[in-house]
Antibody, heavy 122, light 109 residues
Framework: EVQLVESGGGLVQPGGSLRLSCAAS????????MSWVRQAPGKGLEWVAN????????YYVDSVKGRFTISRDNAKNSLYLQMNSLRAEDTAVYYC???????????????WGQGTLVTVSS | SSELTQDPAVSVALGQTVRITCQGD??????ASWYQQKPGQAPVLVIY???NRPSGIPDRFSGSSSGNTASLTITGAQAEDEADYYC????????????FGGGTKLTVL
């Protein structure tokens, strides 16, 4: 059974840092792109970042470029999101998701964790 | 970057058919994927590719696409289908980014 379990969320002051982790199990982690997707309270989903299987390619939404860093440790079956210079608008539930997986000219995220809440407030 | 537009809310009578739409330029190049999210829960993939359902998703869910519009159809909506639905696509502007629609709140009456 595929499982994705996020951790590391919490309350942090504006300008602070936080590192999120996602522990993966039930599949060959090193074979998949992985992503972070967030959801601000009462709002919709927003793709944040993703990373290729070997970590050689990383992509970010414009609003977090230069502040967030996605990484992975395939030996530990773990995905990470280092978040620096946090702002109030970064407050959200952060989901770890497997994918994007490409099928012809479509992409999808097939498994999601339960999310971890990050609150940026003084 | 690309944008995907969804109606904020749609309602359907129990047992009837409802279509949820998603519009955006990227949909001319890429199929959308669709996600169901119930309150307090993580999103669940319901449709991907041309019209594919993951294991465990009822066959009353189907997908289609035409031009810049993707659609999720629920044929014979059930009470448990009441949820938020999000479409997603790769950004077609040249960036290797992904974009979600704003979501549609489906109410089953």
């Amino acid at each position: 059974e595929v499982q994705l379990v996020e951790s590391g969320g919490g309350l942090v002051q504006p300008g602070g840092s936080l590192r999120l982790s996602c522990a993966a199990s039930g599949f060959t982690f090193s074979s998949y792109w992985m992503s972070w997707v967030r959801q601000a309270p009462g709002k919709g989903l927003e793709w944040v970042a993703n990373i290729k299987q070997d970590g050689s390619e990383k992509y970010y939404v414009d609003s977090v470029k230069g502040r967030f860093t996605i990484s992975r440790d395939n030996a530990k079956n773990s995905l990470y999101l280092q978040m620096n210079s946090l702002r109030a608008e970064d407050t959200a539930v952060y989901y770890c998701a497997r994918g994007p997986y490409q099928l012809l000219v479509g992409y999808y995220f097939d498994y999601w964790g339960q999310g971890t809440l990050v609150t940026v407030s003084s | 970057s690309s944008e995907l537009t969804q109606d904020p809310a749609v309602s359907v009578a129990l047992g009837q058919t409802v279509r949820i739409t998603c519009q955006g330029d990227s949909l001319r190049s890429y199929y959308a994927s669709w996600y169901q999210q119930k309150p307090g829960q993580a999103p669940v993939l319901v449709i991907y590719g041309k019209n594919n359902r993951p294991s465990g998703i009822p066959d009353r869910f189907s997908g289609s696409s035409s031009g810049n519009t993707a659609s999720l159809t629920i044929t014979g909506a059930q009470a448990e289908d009441e949820a938020d639905y999000y479409c997603n696509s790769r950004d077609s502007s040249g960036n290797l980014n992904w974009v979600f629609g704003g979501g549609t709140k489906l109410t089953v009456l």
